[in-house]
Nanobody, 124 residues
Framework: QVHLVESGGGLVQAGGSLRLSCAAS????????MGWYRQAPGKERELVAG???????NYADSVKGRFTITRDNAENTLYLQMNSLKPEDTAVYYC??????????????????WGKGTLVTVSP
């Protein structure tokens, strides 16, 4: 089992910045990839950025050059630095983690974990 808790959301004007954090606990040694997703009312949840255990990253085209995803494996924490925010970035942002393989990780393999989300609101 892996538990995820997001923090850092809030209200910001367009052009401003926010830094989201996600604290992981439980069987953190079993985590493979992690990511940030977002969901606006009435819309599907979409991938914002993903990161592997070795810090290889990928981003949605809409956030490339503005957002940076990082992870601190020693502290079991995921971050999303968001710069040059736009009103269309407004959404609930969710932390995600995948339960990978490895010694002691057979139980729960393939499970996707989610935090409860943190709201980011960007005003015009």
């Amino acid at each position: 089992q892996v538990h995820l808790v997001e923090s850092g959301g809030g209200l910001v004007q367009a052009g401003g910045s926010l830094r989201l954090s996600c604290a992981a606990s439980g069987e953190t040694f079993c985590i493979s990839t992690m990511g940030w997703y977002r969901q606006a009312p009435g819309k599907e949840r979409e991938l914002v950025a993903g990161i592997t255990k070795t810090s290889s990253t990928n981003y949605a085209d809409s956030v490339k050059g503005r957002f940076t995803i990082t992870r601190d494996n020693a502290e079991n924490t995921l971050y999303l630095q968001m710069n040059s925010l736009k009103p269309e970035d407004t959404a609930v942002y969710y932390c995600n983690a995948e339960h990978g393989s490895g010694w002691g990780c057979a139980t729960g393999y393939g499970t996707t974990y989610w935090g409860k989300g943190t709201l980011v609101t960007v005003s015009p």
